[in-house]
Structure formats: C-alpha cells, structure tokens
C-alpha cells in the first residue's frame, strides 16, 4: 500500500517561506507525474503546483511566482518551497499523482496558517 507523508507546515506571518516535504513510500515514485494540492477552509481541495516525471513544472496562477516544486527521486519525496506567503495560502496541504487514479490514502496532509 502507498504511504504518502506531509511535513513542514506551521504558522507563518504573511511574507513568510515555508518548505513542504512529502515522502512516498510503497511505490516507485518516479514514474508519476506529482502534484501539491491544498485544501482551504470550506473549499474544494484544488492543484497548485505539478511536476512532470522528468522535472517539468507547473502552477495554479494564484501561486506562481511564489511557490516552486521539486523532486528526489531517489528519496520518493516531493517538495514545495513557499514564499512571499499569503493569509489566502492557509489550507492543509497534500501531495498526491497529478493524475487520475491518485493513490489512495491521501496523506494525512500538512496544515499552514499565514497569519499576524
């Protein structure tokens, strides 16, 4: 069974950086596309950033410019780097396949509050 595990949210005052982990395990990771989501209060659980199995990348226009997205394959972990935080980046953050069939279970995810 695949085993997804978030690290490394917290809070954080607007303008802040934070750096996402997510390590997978029981799968070879390198042969999928993987994509950060988050999930705000309320709100639908929506993609922010993509990573190609070769390193291409992508992003949801509210974060580009401010988030980068890597990868380790050899550790099965994908990462977010996040800058210039906003109070509308607080959500539980997730990692999973950018496509359909994700791997289930989601991670239990990571929660980052931007806040004063």
């Known amino acids: 069974q695949v085993q997804l595990v978030e690290s490394g949210g917290g809070l954080v005052q607007p303008g802040g950086s934070l750096r996402l982990s997510c390590a997978a395990s029981?799968?070879?990771?390198?042969?999928?596309?993987m994509g950060w989501y988050r999930q705000a209060p309320g709100k639908q659980r929506e993609l922010v950033a993509t990573?190609?199995?070769?390193?291409?990348?992508n992003y949801a226009d509210s974060v580009k410019g401010r988030f980068t997205i890597s990868r380790d394959n050899a550790k099965n972990t994908v990462y977010l780097q996040m800058n210039s935080l906003k109070p509308e980046d607080t959500a539980v953050y997730y990692c999973?396949?950018?496509?359909?069939?994700?791997?289930?279970?989601w991670g239990q995810g990571t929660l980052v509050t931007v806040s004063e």
């Open positions: 029981g799968t070879n990771f390198r042969l999928y596309a």
């Open positions: 990573s190609s199995t070769g390193g291409n990348t």
């Open positions: 999973n396949k950018r496509f359909n069939p994700h791997f289930e279970p």
